[in-house]
């Protein structure tokens, strides 16, 4: 619509010329501007047609490689306690989320039978106790053989052991926490009968925690290269928290992968809690050449492998397969092969594009005109 306006705009110019020119030069001029027009629209159809594209060049990230793992935060120790013994679940002398400390009795269980069972064992002790003294006194006056004097004195010493295993299991009747913590969950309800061994209550510990992340068998093989290790949270932006190695499991769980704990250190402030998620970032030397690192956007699939769209010094567009090593959360990728440090890579619309393509590079933003409002 654009293009027939001003089309009629020169035509009535031209009209208002016919008074003072001679009506041959009138024409001539008349045809040249409309082969100039028709000129000017065909050129901007055909650059209407190639794609405008980002691009961006690619550089080398060095020798170190930067690996990324989201995590979750643990306490440092867990632990489901339970009761030897079976019987009455009493009460419990804490709630969940509340602080305890070591030796803090969290439960008890119903005692009554405990206790009778150490009173006959008590008086059991006291007769068998009596009856050895007196066969010990003879024996020292020669009166009894020494067979009767070793059963006197190792039928005491059954006894007692007898008597200090009902003591131990009257003990065992209060659940008491192993370290200072909070209870995470009391499983039962109060008056449930519960069997030796069953978890009623569970207790994480207080203080330092760790950040548990599962690394692939790649990154496991390198495990004496791994150096500097950091943590960011969601709930914590902009903090970078130190961590320090903890531990890492020699076998692969179920996925394949190896779990591994980075300790929090104890002066972080805040101290991140347990649940909350994590993003740890490590770092390891490379023994290999430098690798390249470019934003994901670049990558687009073919056939089943991964390609990249390279722009050449006249603008056209050249797939090449690239081979993908570690993909990143902030947007970006690493290869380990295909592309070269100075080379210019498609970022934006590539998946529009086809082999031997000719395209145009959108024009950058000024620092001044953000929007592109001027």
């Given amino acids: 619509m654009l293009f027939v306006e001003e089309k009629r705009i020169y035509l009535r110019n031209i009209f208002n010329i016919c008074v003072f020119m001679n009506a041959k030069t009138v024409l001539f ?8 027009c028709s000129s000017c629209q065909s050129q901007k159809k055909v650059e209407e047609n190639i794609p405008v594209v980002q691009i961006d060049t690619v550089h080398v990230v060095g020798l170190k490689m930067v690996y990324e793992f989201p995590g979750r935060v643990k306490a440092a120790e867990t632990s489901n306690l ?7 679940l009493n009460r419990y002398l804490v709630k969940e989320g509340m602080p305890v400390k070591k030796g803090q009795v969290v439960a008890t269980m119903d005692e ?8 006959a064992v008590t008086a059991e002790y006291n007769d068998v106790q009596a009856k050895a003294k007196r066969v010990m006194e003879l024996y020292a006056d020669s ?16 006894i007692k052991a007898k008597l200090d295993n009902a003591k131990n299991q009257l003990a065992d009747t209060k659940l008491t926490a192993p370290y200072d913590g909070y ?25 330092k925690s760790e ?43 179920a996925s394949q992968l190896y779990t591994t704990r980075l300790a929090i250190q ?23 050449a430098a690798k390249v690192r470019i934003s994901s956007s670049a990558l687009l699939n ?13 603008g056209i567009v050249r797939l090449r397969e690239v081979e993908v090593e570690m993909l990143h959360t902030d947007g970006t990728v690493t290869l380990s092969n295909g592309l070269n440090e100075g080379e210019i890579v498609v970022t934006a619309g590539v998946h529009s594009l086809s082999d031997g393509e000719k395209v145009r590079v959108m024009e950058k933003t000024s620092a001044t005109n953000v929007g592109g409002l001027l």
């Avoid at 339970?82 to 009455?88: E, L, Q, S, Y």
């Fill in 183 to 207: 209870v995470q969950k009391c499983l039962f309800e109060s008056g449930t009968v519960v069997g030796a061994g069953t978890p009623v209550i569970s207790i994480i510990s207080s203080g």
């Fill in 29 to 36: 001029y008349a045809i040249a501007g409309m082969v100039m």
């Fill in 112 to 119: 009554r039978d405990y206790l009778v069972q150490l009173d």
């Fill in 266 to 288: 104890s002066n972080t402030d805040p101290q991140p809690m347990p649940g909350m998620n994590a993003v740890v970032r490590m770092t390891v030397e490379q023994s290999d």
């Fill in 302 to 314: 073919k056939r089943g492998r991964a390609c990249v769209c390279v722009v050449n010094s006249d």
């Fill in 211 to 253: 950040v548990e992340i599962n690394i692939p068998a790649v990154v496991y093989l390198k495990r004496n290269k791994l150096s500097d290790f950091t943590a960011t949270f969601d709930v914590l932006p902009g903090v970078v928290v130190p961590l320090t190695m903890a531990s890492m499991m020699p076998k692969a769980n």
């Fill in 82 to 88: 339970a009761f030897k013994v079976a019987g009455r």
């Fill in 143 to 158: 009166v009894v053989t020494a067979e009767a004097y070793d059963k006197a004195r190792y039928g005491l010493q059954q």
